[in-house]
Protein backbone atom coordinates (compact mmCIF):
# COMPACT_ATOMS: atom_id res chain seq x y z
CA UNK A 1 0.00 0.00 0.00
CA UNK A 2 1.91 3.49 -0.79
CA UNK A 3 1.55 6.32 1.69
CA UNK A 4 1.87 9.77 0.31
CA UNK A 5 1.45 13.38 1.43
CA UNK A 6 -1.70 12.76 -0.44
CA UNK A 7 -3.04 10.02 1.23
CA UNK A 8 -6.49 10.38 3.09
CA UNK A 9 -6.37 8.46 6.02
CA UNK A 10 -9.65 6.82 8.20
CA UNK A 11 -9.48 6.18 11.72
CA UNK A 12 -11.91 3.66 13.99
CA UNK A 13 -12.22 5.17 17.61
CA UNK A 14 -13.48 3.04 20.15
CA UNK A 15 -12.28 0.49 22.71
CA UNK A 16 -11.65 -2.63 22.81
CA UNK A 17 -10.57 -3.31 19.29
CA UNK A 18 -8.43 -6.43 18.73
CA UNK A 19 -11.41 -8.03 17.66
CA UNK A 20 -11.94 -5.88 14.71
CA UNK A 21 -11.90 -7.16 11.22
CA UNK A 22 -12.69 -3.32 9.92
CA UNK A 23 -9.07 -2.36 9.02
CA UNK A 24 -8.42 -5.37 6.83
CA UNK A 25 -11.86 -5.51 4.82
CA UNK A 26 -11.63 -1.34 4.79
CA UNK A 27 -8.23 -1.17 3.20
CA UNK A 28 -9.11 -4.08 0.72
CA UNK A 29 -11.66 -2.32 -0.28
CA UNK A 30 -9.46 0.91 -1.33
CA UNK A 31 -7.24 -1.04 -2.62
CA UNK A 32 -9.28 -2.66 -5.34
CA UNK A 33 -11.11 0.93 -5.99
CA UNK A 34 -8.20 2.64 -6.17
CA UNK A 35 -8.27 4.88 -3.84
CA UNK A 36 -5.29 6.63 -2.11
CA UNK A 37 -6.93 5.72 1.51
CA UNK A 38 -5.58 4.20 4.91
CA UNK A 39 -7.75 2.83 7.02
CA UNK A 40 -5.93 2.29 11.24
CA UNK A 41 -7.27 1.99 14.52
CA UNK A 42 -7.10 4.48 17.59
CA UNK A 43 -8.11 2.84 20.88
CA UNK A 44 -10.17 5.51 23.16
CA UNK A 45 -12.92 5.59 25.35
CA UNK A 46 -14.97 8.39 26.43
CA UNK A 47 -12.98 9.99 28.62
CA UNK A 48 -10.93 11.13 25.98
CA UNK A 49 -12.96 10.94 22.70
CA UNK A 50 -13.45 14.73 22.61
CA UNK A 51 -9.34 15.49 22.63
CA UNK A 52 -8.90 13.08 19.75
CA UNK A 53 -12.07 13.81 18.04
CA UNK A 54 -10.80 17.87 17.70
CA UNK A 55 -7.21 16.81 16.58
CA UNK A 56 -8.76 14.94 13.69
CA UNK A 57 -10.45 18.03 12.38
CA UNK A 58 -7.08 19.58 12.00
CA UNK A 59 -5.07 16.59 9.83
CA UNK A 60 -5.54 14.90 6.54
CA UNK A 61 -8.61 13.15 7.57
CA UNK A 62 -11.32 11.67 4.97
CA UNK A 63 -13.20 11.32 8.18
CA UNK A 64 -13.29 8.33 11.17
CA UNK A 65 -15.22 5.69 12.19
CA UNK A 66 -16.53 4.93 15.51
CA UNK A 67 -17.34 2.12 17.80
CA UNK A 68 -18.15 1.05 21.29
CA UNK A 69 -17.85 2.83 23.59
CA UNK A 70 -18.45 6.05 21.90
CA UNK A 71 -20.95 6.43 19.23
CA UNK A 72 -23.74 7.96 21.56
CA UNK A 73 -21.01 10.12 23.21
CA UNK A 74 -19.33 11.04 20.07
CA UNK A 75 -22.44 13.45 18.78
CA UNK A 76 -21.42 16.03 21.08
CA UNK A 77 -18.35 16.92 19.51
CA UNK A 78 -19.96 16.86 15.80
CA UNK A 79 -21.03 19.82 14.00
CA UNK A 80 -23.90 18.54 12.28
CA UNK A 81 -25.72 15.31 11.99
CA UNK A 82 -27.94 13.37 9.10
CA UNK A 83 -31.60 13.47 9.64
CA UNK A 84 -31.39 9.54 10.54
CA UNK A 85 -28.04 9.72 12.58
CA UNK A 86 -30.22 12.72 14.65
CA UNK A 87 -33.26 10.32 15.40
CA UNK A 88 -31.01 6.90 16.01
CA UNK A 89 -28.68 9.30 18.63
CA UNK A 90 -25.66 7.47 17.77
CA UNK A 91 -23.01 7.88 15.04
CA UNK A 92 -20.56 5.21 13.52
CA UNK A 93 -19.31 7.50 10.95
CA UNK A 94 -18.30 11.18 10.18
CA UNK A 95 -17.09 12.70 7.15
CA UNK A 96 -14.64 15.34 7.56
CA UNK A 97 -15.01 18.50 4.79
CA UNK A 98 -12.12 20.13 3.71
CA UNK A 99 -12.61 23.22 6.53
CA UNK A 100 -13.01 20.58 8.86
CA UNK A 101 -16.43 20.24 9.57
CA UNK A 102 -17.57 17.17 10.91
CA UNK A 103 -20.96 15.87 9.63
CA UNK A 104 -22.24 12.07 11.74
CA UNK A 105 -24.14 9.44 10.19
CA UNK A 106 -24.97 6.36 11.00
CA UNK A 107 -24.39 3.05 8.96
CA UNK A 108 -25.02 0.52 11.44
CA UNK A 109 -28.45 0.40 10.60
CA UNK A 110 -28.64 0.13 6.67
CA UNK A 111 -25.92 -2.48 7.52
CA UNK A 112 -27.76 -4.54 9.90
CA UNK A 113 -31.21 -4.23 7.95
CA UNK A 114 -29.65 -5.71 4.58
CA UNK A 115 -27.69 -8.67 6.55
CA UNK A 116 -30.64 -9.14 8.50
CA UNK A 117 -33.49 -9.16 5.38
CA UNK A 118 -31.11 -10.35 2.14
CA UNK A 119 -28.90 -12.89 4.32
CA UNK A 120 -31.56 -13.62 7.25
CA UNK A 121 -34.50 -13.89 4.97
CA UNK A 122 -36.21 -11.82 8.19
CA UNK A 123 -39.65 -10.08 6.93
CA UNK A 124 -39.17 -6.80 9.24
CA UNK A 125 -42.66 -5.77 9.03
CA UNK A 126 -44.52 -9.07 10.17
CA UNK A 127 -41.81 -10.05 13.39
CA UNK A 128 -41.74 -9.19 16.88
CA UNK A 129 -38.40 -8.53 18.11
CA UNK A 130 -36.01 -9.02 21.54
CA UNK A 131 -32.89 -6.77 21.64
CA UNK A 132 -29.96 -7.20 24.04
CA UNK A 133 -28.09 -3.46 24.20
CA UNK A 134 -29.27 -0.07 24.30
CA UNK A 135 -26.14 1.28 23.35
CA UNK A 136 -24.93 2.48 20.22
CA UNK A 137 -25.68 -0.78 18.18
CA UNK A 138 -28.65 -1.21 19.97
CA UNK A 139 -29.91 2.49 18.92
CA UNK A 140 -28.96 1.85 15.39
CA UNK A 141 -30.88 -1.67 14.93
CA UNK A 142 -33.33 -1.04 16.76
CA UNK A 143 -34.30 2.62 15.10
CA UNK A 144 -33.83 1.02 11.99
CA UNK A 145 -36.49 -1.49 12.48
CA UNK A 146 -38.99 1.09 13.54
CA UNK A 147 -38.54 2.87 10.51
CA UNK A 148 -38.73 0.19 8.52
CA UNK A 149 -42.01 -1.14 10.28
CA UNK A 150 -41.19 -3.94 13.07
CA UNK A 151 -44.29 -4.73 14.50
CA UNK A 152 -43.00 -4.67 18.20
CA UNK A 153 -39.08 -4.32 19.85
CA UNK A 154 -38.66 -5.56 23.28
CA UNK A 155 -35.69 -3.20 24.96
CA UNK A 156 -33.27 -4.07 27.89
CA UNK A 157 -29.96 -3.15 29.01
CA UNK A 158 -27.48 -3.97 31.87
CA UNK A 159 -28.48 -0.37 32.59
CA UNK A 160 -31.87 0.18 33.12
CA UNK A 161 -32.05 4.25 32.37
CA UNK A 162 -30.42 3.41 28.48
CA UNK A 163 -33.25 0.84 27.84
CA UNK A 164 -35.80 3.25 29.10
CA UNK A 165 -33.95 5.90 26.73
CA UNK A 166 -33.67 4.22 23.92
CA UNK A 167 -37.25 3.16 24.05
CA UNK A 168 -38.94 6.82 24.45
CA UNK A 169 -36.27 8.19 21.71
CA UNK A 170 -38.00 5.62 19.41
CA UNK A 171 -41.59 5.75 20.43
CA UNK A 172 -40.79 9.40 19.84
CA UNK A 173 -39.07 9.32 16.83
CA UNK A 174 -40.16 7.09 14.74
CA UNK A 175 -43.26 4.95 15.89
CA UNK A 176 -44.84 3.87 19.24
CA UNK A 177 -43.92 0.20 19.18
CA UNK A 178 -41.01 -0.59 21.86
CA UNK A 179 -40.95 -1.68 25.28
CA UNK A 180 -38.78 -1.48 28.08
CA UNK A 181 -37.92 -4.68 29.94
CA UNK A 182 -35.84 -4.42 32.93
CA UNK A 183 -32.40 -6.29 32.98
CA UNK A 184 -32.42 -9.91 34.28
CA UNK A 185 -35.90 -10.23 33.33
CA UNK A 186 -36.11 -12.94 29.94
CA UNK A 187 -40.10 -12.98 30.36
CA UNK A 188 -40.59 -11.46 27.11
CA UNK A 189 -38.35 -13.27 24.99
CA UNK A 190 -40.31 -15.91 23.73
CA UNK A 191 -42.74 -13.45 22.24
CA UNK A 192 -40.11 -12.61 20.14
CA UNK A 193 -39.23 -13.70 16.40
CA UNK A 194 -36.27 -12.53 16.50
CA UNK A 195 -33.30 -12.04 19.54
CA UNK A 196 -31.16 -9.89 19.29
CA UNK A 197 -27.72 -8.98 21.06
CA UNK A 198 -26.26 -5.72 20.30
CA UNK A 199 -24.64 -5.78 23.79
CA UNK A 200 -21.12 -6.61 23.65
CA UNK A 201 -21.28 -9.79 25.46
CA UNK A 202 -19.79 -12.94 23.78
CA UNK A 203 -16.78 -10.72 22.55
CA UNK A 204 -13.37 -9.22 23.57
CA UNK A 205 -13.29 -9.66 27.29
CA UNK A 206 -16.32 -11.14 27.70
CA UNK A 207 -16.13 -14.55 25.09
CA UNK A 208 -18.17 -17.64 26.56
CA UNK A 209 -20.49 -15.35 28.22
CA UNK A 210 -24.18 -14.77 26.48
CA UNK A 211 -26.94 -12.15 27.94
CA UNK A 212 -29.73 -14.94 28.72
CA UNK A 213 -29.89 -18.26 30.08
CA UNK A 214 -30.45 -20.94 27.28
CA UNK A 215 -33.35 -22.12 28.83
CA UNK A 216 -35.35 -19.08 27.65
CA UNK A 217 -35.03 -19.77 23.90
CA UNK A 218 -37.94 -21.04 21.79
CA UNK A 219 -37.64 -23.03 19.30
CA UNK A 220 -38.45 -21.83 15.67
CA UNK A 221 -37.05 -17.99 17.17
CA UNK A 222 -34.11 -16.66 14.72
CA UNK A 223 -31.07 -14.96 16.44
CA UNK A 224 -29.00 -12.40 15.67
CA UNK A 225 -25.60 -10.86 16.94
CA UNK A 226 -24.09 -8.12 16.29
CA UNK A 227 -20.41 -9.65 16.86
CA UNK A 228 -18.58 -11.17 14.37
CA UNK A 229 -15.03 -12.05 16.07
CA UNK A 230 -15.85 -15.18 17.19
CA UNK A 231 -17.72 -15.93 14.50
CA UNK A 232 -20.31 -17.60 16.80
CA UNK A 233 -20.34 -16.46 20.37
CA UNK A 234 -22.03 -18.46 23.41
CA UNK A 235 -25.48 -16.55 22.36
CA UNK A 236 -25.63 -17.98 18.82
CA UNK A 237 -24.27 -21.57 20.19
CA UNK A 238 -27.15 -21.77 22.17
CA UNK A 239 -29.81 -20.76 20.16
CA UNK A 240 -28.62 -22.91 17.34
CA UNK A 241 -28.35 -26.09 19.66
CA UNK A 242 -31.92 -25.16 20.10
CA UNK A 243 -32.75 -25.71 16.50
CA UNK A 244 -33.43 -21.88 15.81
CA UNK A 245 -31.42 -20.07 12.93
CA UNK A 246 -28.17 -18.06 13.50
CA UNK A 247 -26.72 -14.86 12.00
CA UNK A 248 -23.67 -13.16 13.22
CA UNK A 249 -22.69 -9.88 12.36
CA UNK A 250 -20.24 -10.16 9.65
CA UNK A 251 -22.56 -9.02 6.89
CA UNK A 252 -23.88 -6.13 9.13
CA UNK A 253 -20.23 -5.15 8.97
CA UNK A 254 -19.69 -5.51 5.33
CA UNK A 255 -22.75 -3.76 4.24
CA UNK A 256 -22.52 -0.99 6.68
CA UNK A 257 -18.83 -1.08 5.78
CA UNK A 258 -19.31 -0.49 1.97
CA UNK A 259 -21.97 2.42 3.32
CA UNK A 260 -19.03 3.94 4.93
CA UNK A 261 -16.95 3.94 2.03
CA UNK A 262 -19.46 5.59 0.03
CA UNK A 263 -20.18 8.38 2.38
CA UNK A 264 -16.09 9.13 2.32
CA UNK A 265 -15.45 9.09 -1.01
CA UNK A 266 -18.64 9.69 -3.16
CA UNK A 267 -17.67 6.33 -4.91
CA UNK A 268 -19.57 2.79 -5.34
CA UNK A 269 -17.96 0.56 -2.87
CA UNK A 270 -16.15 -2.93 -4.44
CA UNK A 271 -18.55 -4.52 -2.16
CA UNK A 272 -17.34 -8.30 -3.35
CA UNK A 273 -13.45 -7.54 -2.86
CA UNK A 274 -14.45 -6.27 0.98
CA UNK A 275 -16.31 -9.24 1.22
CA UNK A 276 -13.76 -11.59 -0.02
CA UNK A 277 -11.28 -10.12 2.37
CA UNK A 278 -13.49 -10.97 5.30
CA UNK A 279 -13.95 -14.44 4.42
CA UNK A 280 -10.34 -15.06 3.99
CA UNK A 281 -9.98 -13.40 8.09
CA UNK A 282 -12.29 -15.79 9.05
CA UNK A 283 -10.57 -18.97 7.19
CA UNK A 284 -7.42 -17.78 9.00
CA UNK A 285 -5.44 -16.68 5.71
Known amino acids: MKVDIDTKMITLLGDPLKQS ?12 AGLNMIYFYTVVDNEHLGDVVNGLRYMNFAGFAVTKPN ?16 KMGASNTVVRSEDGRLKGYNTDGVGFYTSLT ?31 GAKKIYITDYFDAASASLVKDINDNFAPIA ?3 PKDDFSKVAEAD ?32 ACYNPAK ?6 AEKK ?11 LYQGAAQIELWTGKKAPVEAMRKELLDIIAGK
Not at 71 to 86: N, T
Not at 233 to 238: A, D, V, Y
Not at 243 to 252: K, P
Open 21 to 32: FAARMQNAGYEA
Open 71 to 86: KVKVLEYLDELDPLCQ
Open 118 to 148: EEGGVDVQNSTFFCFGAGGAGRAMCSILAYK
Open 179 to 181: VQV
Open 194 to 225: VVLNASGIGMGKHIGETPMPEEYIRDGQFYFD
Open 233 to 238: TQFLIN
Open 243 to 253: GCRVLNGLGMS
